[in-house]
């Protein structure tokens, strides 16, 4: 028992002496009286297409299609069978990863210089937000401009510097290697504000006389951040990677819309391979399977969040 | 005289970080603001500085904008589904999070995580059978596939959210409301809904900011161009087959970001720490 929990002993007391007209259980009535409406409408729009995705997946249902079959394990046979796929699955990793690293050392750097207060720190932080803050499919929309194959201004600065050639500009979205790479750094963009926030937040956790004391004994500026701060920031951190896996993972705003997977899918991820297969191209079935390939990567994260929030509790 | 020279290394160091990162994630939208006002002969020849008007400033691509394209009719559709989800998203999460925080002890607790983990089945893996109930439902290409869909995702971290902050109000002001003769419904109403109206605030710029934002679900249940929404309407059907007016295309997602990112970003220290509840204490 808590000294919270002591503290609270009186009223709870002075609670059981008035007498009830209702039996003891009417809190718990209540409770289920008030949560249920909510659980009801997630299993009816999030537990049911989620057993429907799985349904589907082993089914040969079509759009126009009005019942189903079941098939077994046919649409991932012919999935896996797919060039298409093996590249999308490999790009998603490949999208993944990359983007997490570069997010993870960029808003470390970030937040580490953004922690102390100065002058003009909440116009700045706001520059730093709008990534994140504004709709992604807009800012993706923009990077199209800015990543034009004839107008583009990145294209513009690099053959200023001479680092381009500016009758033959290079083709960002049109090339598979550079339209991976611009899939992946606008991806980053996005994410990196995010991760940048919730760090921020783990560093004001951390009391300040702790770097403070180990600098006055002797400890330089990056002993004090790689040996000190960053393993206090450890459970934090995990957070954001948690996070992040997810929203890229899953994600096919960025790719939708500067590529729609292009060019000749080499830039396709899972969701936008199973958004193109079944949804544009009807299959239902074969769409569902793709996306059921999310899940594994989900059911990690979900494991992996519950330890990091479970250790938080225990220490 | 080490530790004045560290220190200004530091904040030099500092500076460096925080400018370049600045310019660098700022920059897309500066470059919405610049692309609305020029004239299309200066957009499109690259001879020009492209960060400078080289020709006077116009307004036609606004005017084209608003007049010429369903702009304002998104911004509408957006509103009214954002203001719809809101709604929903209150009457479904408030009394559950009470609920979860004070009425069921740790089956609650439990019951809250298993909830925020529905936060994470993302909609890129429930589109292709959603798209499959929304038709069952007659809604498809309507603004009410939305309004019924979205709640599936602010639900859930809404009544995470709302769980830390029924939590952290002492037990000992119900209580006495309790003796006072009101009942524990009565309590809720009258005394933790005024004492949370913060908590509430946060929800209701979540859920409408989520709406503002998503995407999938916005591609895949509307088809036709009246009934879309901002995130989707712009960026498809500004695109007219293979020409992008990209005066007017940036026009819109800066006037679509701009409002959307100030109102998040006030809130958006709260958000946060709904997301860190259970890492950091």
Same mark, same amino acid.
């Given at each position: 028992?808590?000294?919270?929990?002591?503290?609270?002993?009186?009223?709870?007391?002075?609670?059981?002496?008035?007498?009830?007209?209702?039996?003891?259980?009417?809190?718990?009535?209540?409770?289920?009286?008030?949560?249920?409406?909510?659980?009801?409408?997630?299993?009816?729009?999030?537990?049911?297409?989620?057993?429907?995705?799985?349904?589907?997946?082993?089914?040969?249902?079509?759009?126009?299609?009005?019942?189903?079959?079941?098939?077994?394990?046919?649409?991932?046979?012919?999935?896996?069978?797919?060039? &298409?796929?093996?590249?999308?699955?490999?790009?998603?990793?490949?999208?993944?990863?990359?983007?997490?690293?570069?997010?993870?050392?960029?808003?470390?750097?970030?937040?580490?210089?953004?922690?102390?207060?100065?002058?003009?720190?909440?116009?700045?932080?706001?520059?730093?937000?709008?990534?994140?803050?504004?709709?992604?499919?807009?800012?993706?929309?923009?990077?199209?401009?800015?990543?034009?194959?004839?107008?583009?201004?990145?294209?513009?600065?690099?053959?200023?510097?001479?680092?381009?050639?500016?009758?033959?500009?290079?083709?960002?979205?049109?090339?598979?290697?550079?339209?991976?790479?611009?899939?992946?750094?606008?991806?980053?963009?996005?994410?990196?504000?995010?991760?940048?926030?919730?760090?921020? &937040?783990?560093?004001?956790?951390?009391?300040?006389?702790?770097?403070?004391?180990?600098?006055?004994?002797?400890?330089?500026?990056?002993?004090?951040?790689?040996?000190?701060?960053?393993?206090?920031?450890?459970?934090?951190?995990?957070?954001?990677?948690?996070?992040?896996?997810?929203?890229?993972?899953?994600?096919?705003?960025?790719?939708?819309?500067?590529?729609?997977?292009?060019?000749?899918?080499?830039?396709?991820?899972?969701?936008?391979?199973?958004?193109?297969?079944?949804?544009?191209?009807?299959?239902?079935?074969?769409?569902?399977?793709?996306?059921?390939?999310?899940?594994?990567?989900?059911?990690?994260?979900?494991?992996?969040?519950?330890?990091?929030?479970?250790?938080?509790?225990?220490? | 005289?080490?530790?004045?020279?560290?220190?200004?290394?530091?904040?030099?160091?500092?500076?460096?970080?925080?400018?370049? !990162?600045?310019?660098?994630?700022?920059?897309?939208?500066?470059?919405?603001?610049?692309?609305?006002?020029?004239?299309?002969?200066?957009?499109?020849?690259?001879?020009?500085?492209?960060?400078?008007?080289?020709?006077?400033?116009?307004?036609?691509?606004?005017?084209?904008?608003? #007049?010429?394209?369903?702009?304002?009719?998104?911004?509408?559709?957006?509103?009214?589904?954002?203001?719809?989800?809101?709604?929903?998203?209150?009457?479904?999460?408030?009394?559950?999070?009470?609920?979860?925080?004070?009425?069921?002890?740790?089956?609650?607790?439990?019951?809250?995580?298993?909830?925020?983990?529905?936060?994470?089945?993302?909609?890129?893996?429930?589109?292709?059978?959603? %798209?499959?109930?929304?038709?069952?439902?007659?809604?498809?290409?309507?603004?009410?596939?939305?309004?019924?869909?979205?709640?599936?995702?602010?639900?859930?971290?809404?009544?995470?959210?709302?769980?830390?902050?029924?939590?952290?109000?002492?037990?000992?002001? #119900?209580?006495?409301?309790?003796?006072?003769?009101?009942?524990?419904?009565?309590?809720?109403?009258?005394?933790?809904?005024?004492?949370?109206? %913060?908590?509430?605030?946060?929800?209701?710029?979540?859920?409408?900011?989520?709406?503002?934002?998503?995407?999938?679900?916005?591609?895949?249940?509307? %088809? %036709?161009?009246?009934?879309?929404?901002?995130?989707?309407?712009?960026?498809?059907?500004?695109?007219?087959?293979?020409?992008?007016?990209?005066?007017?295309?940036?026009?819109?997602?800066?006037?679509?970001?701009?409002?959307?990112?100030?109102?998040?970003?006030?809130?958006?220290?709260?958000?946060?720490?709904? !997301?860190?509840?259970?890492?950091?204490?």
């Amino acid at each position: 028992m808590t000294p919270a929990d002591a503290a609270r002993r009186p009223a709870a007391k002075a609670l059981r002496d008035v007498p009830r007209r209702r039996g003891p259980s009417s809190a718990t009535w209540l409770g289920v009286a008030m949560f249920s409406p909510a659980v009801i409408y997630i299993l009816a729009l999030v537990g049911l297409p989620l057993v429907l995705a799985f349904l589907y997946s082993v089914s040969d249902v079509t759009v126009g299609s009005e019942g189903w079959r079941f098939v077994g394990l046919d649409n991932f046979r012919s999935v896996m069978r797919s060039p &298409a796929f093996r590249r999308s699955l490999l790009d998603s990793f490949v999208f993944t990863i990359s983007t997490q690293v570069i997010v993870l050392v960029c808003a470390t750097a970030l937040s580490l210089a953004l922690k102390e207060r100065f002058r003009g720190r909440a116009a700045v932080r706001f520059l730093i937000l709008l990534p994140w803050v504004a709709p992604i499919s807009l800012g993706a929309i923009g990077w199209k401009w800015l990543l034009d194959s004839i107008y583009s201004v990145v294209s513009w600065v690099l053959a200023r510097l001479h680092l381009v050639n500016a009758f033959d500009p290079p083709m960002w979205l049109g090339e598979p290697t550079l339209a991976m790479g611009s899939v992946i750094a606008v991806h980053s963009w996005r994410m990196i504000p995010f991760a940048t926030v919730i760090m921020l &937040a783990g560093l004001t956790s951390i009391p300040k006389e702790i770097p403070e004391a180990a600098a006055v004994d002797g400890a330089g500026f990056w002993r004090t951040h790689f040996e000190i701060t960053l393993p206090m920031m450890r459970p934090i951190i995990n957070v954001a990677v948690l996070f992040g896996v997810v929203f890229t993972f899953t994600d096919m705003t960025v790719v939708y819309i500067l590529t729609r997977g292009g060019p000749y899918d080499t830039t396709q991820v899972l969701p936008s391979l199973a958004f193109f297969t079944g949804v544009l191209g009807s299959d239902l079935a074969e769409g569902a399977a793709i996306s059921v390939f999310l899940v594994p990567i989900l059911v990690a994260v979900a494991f992996l969040m519950l330890r990091v929030a479970h250790r938080a509790e225990v220490t | 005289m080490i530790r004045t020279q560290t220190t200004l290394a530091t904040r030099v160091g500092r500076w460096t970080i925080v400018a370049g !990162f600045a310019v660098l994630l700022a920059f897309p939208f500066y470059w919405m603001a610049i692309t609305s006002f020029k004239q299309t002969s200066d957009l499109y020849d690259v001879e020009h500085n492209p960060f400078i008007f080289n020709a006077a400033p116009t307004l036609d691509h606004l005017r084209f904008l608003f #007049e010429e394209t369903l702009f304002l009719r998104w911004f509408w559709n957006t509103t009214l589904a954002g203001a719809a989800v809101v709604v929903i998203t209150l009457l479904l999460a408030v009394p559950a999070a009470y609920a979860l925080a004070r009425l069921t002890g740790t089956a609650g607790q439990q019951l809250g995580i298993g909830i925020f983990l529905t936060y994470l089945i993302p909609p890129t893996l429930l589109f292709i059978p959603m %798209s499959r109930v929304v038709a069952d439902l007659g809604l498809q290409d309507t603004l009410w596939a939305i309004i019924v869909t979205y709640p599936t995702f602010t639900v859930p971290f809404s009544i995470w959210l709302l769980m830390g902050f029924f939590k952290a109000i002492p037990k000992d002001l #119900e209580e006495a409301a309790l003796v006072d003769g009101l009942t524990r419904f009565g309590a809720f109403v009258r005394l933790v809904i005024p004492i949370s109206v %913060s908590g509430i605030l946060t929800v209701v710029i979540f859920s409408f900011t989520l709406v503002t934002q998503e995407f999938v679900y916005a591609l895949t249940f509307i %088809s %036709s161009a009246e009934h879309q929404t901002v995130s989707v309407g712009v960026p498809i059907y500004l695109v007219r087959g293979d020409v992008y007016y990209w005066g007017s295309l940036m026009a819109a997602c800066l006037l679509a970001s701009l409002p959307i990112a100030i109102v998040y970003n006030v809130f958006l220290d709260r958000f946060i720490a709904g !997301f860190t509840v259970g890492a950091v204490k």
